[in-house]
């Protein structure tokens, strides 16, 4: 979630790869922003120095699967995290399971707003977002499917790619 943030996610996922959950936990600060800058990461400093903060925050974010909401857990994330954002605590909830918050990226933004769902707007702030997501509930309810499910689809639309 902190690699993918303004950057590709594809290259996020080879990064991923590389350095591994130990990587993640034990690689020096110097160490993750060389293999970031290697693979051409836009904030390869900053996201390394965002990865190194995050470890005292372990336990935390442990727990976190234990919430039975994804809202609550996500304001919990925005609070916590430095870094972290709306979409940022929402990709990180979904990648442990959770599938009742929106990643509303700018794909997702743009079909929202193609069809009529939203107004356009340039940035995405927390009342853009959380009513983007409201615009993305009704639809989910209307179609029978999960948050998770519905963005997923959208995505998959609009750049013809599934990530994971």
Do not use: W
């Amino acid at each position: 979630c902190i690699l993918t943030a303004n950057f590709k996610a594809e290259v996020g996922i080879k990064i991923q790869a590389e350095v591994g959950i130990e990587g993640f936990r034990n690689y020096s600060l110097e160490e993750l922003y060389s293999i970031f800058k290697k693979h051409g990461h836009r904030f390869a400093m900053q996201r390394a120095e965002r990865i190194v903060n995050l470890r005292p925050l372990e336990s935390f974010l442990q727990e976190i699967r234990f919430y039975d909401d994804g809202k609550k857990a996500r304001e919990e994330l925005v609070k916590k995290v430095k870094g972290y954002g709306y979409k940022e605590a929402s990709h990180f909830l979904r990648n442990i399971g959770f599938e009742d918050v929106a990643i509303i990226d700018r794909h997702i933004s743009r079909f929202l707003f193609e069809n009529n769902l939203v107004k356009p707007r340039k940035t995405i702030t927390k009342n853009v977002y959380l009513e983007s997501e409201l615009a993305l509930e009704k639809l989910c309810q209307e179609l029978n499917l999960t948050q998770g499910e519905l963005d997923l689809y959208i995505f998959y639309i609009k750049t013809k790619k599934v990530l994971k």
